[in-house]
Nanobody, 125 residues
């Protein structure tokens, strides 16, 4: 089974930028769609962004559109999340996941439901 390892989190001031990475090991995660989710204290895990295996299609939660961008490098088995103009409400543990799909209600989820340890992002106001 693939191992997912998120990194790049930290403390950043509101309005700043942060770049997260998720490296997969054990096997390649292509040709699956990959995604990022986040979980804030006391809240359920929520979808942030997803990217098709080719990288040609990208999907974002409304709350992060035009500020947060997903990309991937299949040769490196890595998916990225570039966070710009961050807000305090972006504070959460960020997780990547593979094999992302969207159900009929528009909810994105991981078929494999397999998660790394996450990386903490804290945005100070």
């Amino acid at each position: 089974q693939v191992q997912l390892e998120e990194s790049g989190g930290g403390l950043v001031q509101a309005g700043g930028s942060l770049s997260l990475s998720c490296a997969a090991s054990g096997r390649t995660f292509s040709p699956y769609a990959m995604g990022w989710f986040r979980q804030a204290p006391g809240k359920e895990r929520e979808f942030v962004a997803a990217i098709s295996w080719s990288g040609s299609s990208k999907y974002y939660a409304d709350s992060v559109k035009d500020r947060i961008f997903i990309s991937r490098d299949n040769a490196k088995n890595t998916v990225y999340l570039q966070m710009n103009a961050v807000k305090p409400e972006d504070t959460a543990v960020y997780y990547c996941a593979e094999d992302i799909v969207r159900d009929n209600s528009g909810r994105y989820y991981s078929i494999r439901d397999h998660w790394g340890q996450g990386t903490q992002v804290t945005v100070s106001s």
